[in-house]
């Protein structure tokens, strides 16, 4: 018995790296976990550059994260195309959160010091997953009052990333706060004309970042060129539209839903379409309808005419009020289609979506 063991011991330490890599590729990423706490060795591996460039140009994961970090997280795999539960306990902190976004592998968390601080105040942590590490930022030099938050990846190492915060200065200025993982450092990265954002989501996009105003445009800041474009709603209808803004790898896009006492009748989507040289010359183009039989069975899927979407590769997913299932928009297809219901324990749990990348580079001490 002592010989066969010794013996399959050897067997796994002889096997040629390329090959547990490909293993370690067809892992769901519960297993992610315990591959790496077998040894040193299985751990490096997982961290490798080839493992990295794999998982960067693979289809991204549906995380849904619950307000309340003691309560379990859900994750989906569209590779196995199962749910799984992961752990976002790691964080050590009572008060509500907020997953405000997700690069890298990483989300930016917004944690409710406010409830206890006053209402300014504000702690912003990132936190990675896979590697169950966070690291708490510092607290910002410039901006008083947060309006609008986003993370975004900085360079092409997996450690690097980048927090943008948009708010309003003591001198009730609006201005463009980063910071900057290398250096660890906030530091002042523009001004925008004085506009106030309608919620604190803001989406990162071909070089600029993306967020609807009170007043119901799009604002677009580009970071390079430190350029603000104020675009309006895709339709003259607007104010009968309930506006939800979408960022996928293929580009931007605006979900507009419309309702009639307070129920929902349809959905429509426009992308946006514009020079690469400027924002000025835009213009929306209509894409899609969700057809009225989805819309039927979505609308049923909840006790309300709520509904969040979210941008992930070439999909817009669409979550509905305590729904257990997410409804998948191709965009490459132009297709409706059902993922798998989640467990029925956690259906009138109040959960975020955002994508997640797999991204092994990152860990907090």
């Given at each position: ?232 709603m895709p339709t003259a209808d607007a104010e009968n539209l309930s506006i939800r803004l979408v960022c ?58 709520w509904f969040e979407c979210v941008g992930m590769g070439d999909k817009i997913c669409f979550r509905a ?24 324990d956690l259906r009138y749990v109040r959960m975020r979506c955002l994508p997640l990348e797999i991204m ?6």
């Amino acid at each position: 018995m002592g010989a066969l063991r010794i013996r399959k011991q050897t067997m796994w330490s002889d096997l040629p790296e390329h090959l547990m890599e490909r293993i370690l590729e067809c892992l769901p990423v519960d297993c992610f976990f315990r591959f790496r706490a077998v040894c040193k060795t299985w751990n490096t591996l997982f961290s490798s550059p080839h493992f990295n460039s794999i998982a960067r140009n693979s289809q991204p994961f549906l995380i849904l994260c619950p307000a309340k970090t003691q309560l379990p997280s859900l994750i989906y795999s569209f590779i196995t195309h199962t749910w799984r539960t992961i752990s976002l306990s790691f964080i050590p902190h009572d008060c509500p959160i907020n997953f405000r976004g997700s690069a890298s592998g990483l989300l930016l968390a917004d944690i409710n010091a406010n409830v206890f601080f006053g209402f300014n105040s504000s702690m912003l942590c990132v936190c990675n997953p896979l590697t169950q590490t966070y690291t708490t930022l510092p607290q910002m030099v410039f901006v008083s009052r947060i309006m609008a938050k986003a993370i975004l990846p900085a360079g092409n190492k997996t450690e690097e990333y980048t927090v943008m915060v948009v708010g309003r200065s003591s001198s009730d200025k609006v201005i463009v706060e980063a910071y900057n993982s290398t250096t660890k450092t906030w530091k002042v990265a523009g001004s925008i004309p004085d506009v106030i954002i309608r919620n604190e989501n803001m989406f990162f996009c071909k070089g600029s970042l993306f967020c609807v105003t009170a007043t119901g445009g799009i604002m677009a800041y580009n970071i390079e060129q430190e350029i603000t474009t104020i675009m309006a709603m895709p339709t003259a209808d607007a104010e009968n539209l309930s506006i939800r803004l979408v960022c996928c790898k293929t580009g931007v896009f605006v979900v507009g839903a419309t309702e009639d006492n307070h129920c929902l009748k349809g959905v429509i989507m426009w992308e946006l379409v514009s020079p690469k040289t400027s924002m000025e010359d835009y213009k929306w183009e209509e894409i899609g309808k969700m057809p009225s039989s989805v819309c039927e069975e979505f609308r049923r899927s909840s006790n309300s005419n709520w509904f969040e979407c979210v941008g992930m590769g070439d999909k817009i997913c669409f979550r509905a009020n305590e729904s257990m299932e997410i409804l998948l928009y191709d965009l490459n297809k132009s297709s409706w289609n059902w993922l798998p219901k989640f467990p029925a324990d956690l259906r009138y749990v109040r959960m975020r979506c955002l994508p997640l990348e797999i991204m092994t580079g990152t860990e907090f001490s």
